[in-house]
Each structure stands twice: as structure tokens, then as C-alpha cells.
């Protein structure tokens, strides 16, 4: 067992409400268990620069009810290739880093699972993303606001709908996962709710429209997951719908990227919490290159490996209900 003196903690990838919930739990827990504790900033970029600082727990005073991130993030090509790594290993190296805790998706933990093969450095990952699309977990950081901030905003868009009759067609974040469009268009009565796992077709959209309007329905909503691919776009799938269906009124409305941001709720800064504490433990009771996460209410670990190659499934029971109740 390696003796860890010193982590680095790092977010990359997409910014999700709760990472510094996350950070401030691994500062703290490195604190408390006598280890030092280095924030690396800029993700993998600040890595093969050198971007770092020596955080304490007064370093991350009053982050925890705070969005994005305040290591930041940046996207970075050359951390793919083996120099580019490289230059990351000697920069740890020269700060005397001896693990890395990585805060962020699938992406973020290929990466992260690559280096700590190349250069024998201890890795855990910590799910970040507000997909929930990361296998080994029920939940990640960063969803449960989301699919809260989605079903406010859809819940405003009723509004409208029910005031002009309108038929609203609202996009969702959600490239490969359909866990915030199925979510919080159940919570919020969205008449359809398309996604990625479950190929509706256009068609029978427009049948169920129909149905809906015969039933009496003046107005609806559809909500769409980013990934699916009912339509070319969400556009392209409103202006399909508006030529077949021409008594409704169409309008779309993209939600995008401000289901990224606001503070994070209760549920998301518990988890950050808790998985934040337990990648602390686990790289100094000698647990390397896994993933954290919460199983069944308790807090597990996955092999990144696994996490990276796996994929979370869609609740089929609740697809079920949605079926029921949207009728």
C-alpha cells in the first residue's frame, strides 16, 4: 500500500451543481485525517500546468451552497495524448502529489483511469454530471437539481400553454440519458416525454397528440431529451408536428444550459458530502482507481473501468406510470 501524504482534487467536464460540496468535503476530510490537501485547477489543463494551491478548510469557507465549480473546468485535448500526460505526471510529481481524486463524468474518468495505469498514480472518481448517466450509482452530483430546475421551468411554460392553447415542445438536457426528461415531465404532467432509451417515432407522437386533443385537452407539453431521436431536432420534430397537427399552436422551448446552474439542493450536497469524505478514506486505507457512489442508500465503490464501460439504466417502472397517468 502506497503512503499518501498529499491528494489533489480536481472537476472536469461539465460544471454540475454540488462539485463544491464535493470539494469542500475532500478538504475537509483530508484535514481531519492529518493529509494535505493541493485543488487543481482547470481540470487536466491546470494539471499539465501546474495550476495548483494548497487548500485548507478555511479555503472553502461557505462553498457548499454554491453552483459550478471554483477549481473551474476546461476542456483539454492534449491531456489525450501520452506527452500531454506526461507533462501532468511530472507536475504532480514536482508538487509532491501522490493521488488524485477526479470530480466529473464518463470522460473525465477515461482519462483519469488512463493515467493512473501510465504513471501508477491512485485514482478515485467522484460522479459529477447532471445526466445521471454513470454506471455505479444511483445518483450523481449534480442531477437532482437539474431535474428540479427543469420541472420549475417546465411548470412556468404550462402556464403559458394553458393561457394560449398552446402545444409546447421543451428540450431538456440529456445527451445520452433520458433521466431528466422522464423525471421531471412526470413531476410536471407533460402530456409525451421523449428519450433516448425508448423510440417513440414521430408517428404515433402525432397519434397520441390527436387522442389528447380528442379527449379535450386544449394544451400540452412534450418534453424531449436532447438525445432522442424521434426528430432530426426538436425543431425539425415541432415543425413535423405543426404540418400534421394544425389546430395546435407550436412552440418550442430549449431549456439548455441554465439546468446547469443555481445553487444545488439538499439531496445533491449531502451526496457531494458523502462521496467526497469516502474517496478521502478510501485512498488512505489503500482503495485505488474506483469510483464512489451510492447504492441502495449506501455508499459503494465501482472499479473505473466498470463505471466507464457500463451504463445506467432508465426506470422502467416509472416509464410504466408515466404511460398511466399521462393519458
Known sequence: MKIIKTIGVLTSGGDAPGMNAAIRAVVRACSYYQTACV????????????????????????????????????????????????KAYDQLRNANIDALIVIGGDGSFTGAMHFSKEFDIPVIGIPGTIDNDIFGTQYTIGYDTARNTAMEAIDKIRDTASSHNRLFFIEVMGRDAGFIALNSGVAAGAEEILIPEEDMGVDRLVESLKKSRLTGKTSSLVVVSEGDDT??????????????????????????????????????????????????????????????????EKIEHTKLEDAVKGKNKINQELLRISDIITI
Do not use: W
Open 231 to 296: 426528430g432530426e431536432n426538436v425543431y425539425e420534430l415541432a415543425k413535423y408536428v405543426r404540418k400534421n397537427l394544425p389546430q395546435y399552436d407550436v412552440r418550442v422551448s430549449v431549456l439548455g444550459h441554465m439546468q446547469r446552474g443555481g445553487n444545488p439542493s439538499c439531496a445533491d450536497r449531502v451526496l457531494a458530502s458523502r462521496l467526497g469524505v469516502k474517496a478521502v478514506e478510501l485512498l488512505l486505507n489503500g482503495t485505488y482507481n474506483v469510483m464512489v457512489g451510492v447504492l441502495n
Open 39 to 86: 485543488g487543481i485547477y482547470r481540470g487536466f489543463q491546470g494539471m499539465i500546468e501546474g495550476d495548483f494551491e494548497r487548500l485548507e478548510p478555511r479555503s472553502v469557507h461557505n462553498i457548499v451552497k454554491k453552483g459550478g465549480t471554483v477549481l473551474k473546468s476546461a476542456r483539454c485535448d492534449e491531456f489525450k495524448t501520452k506527452e500531454g500526460r506526461k
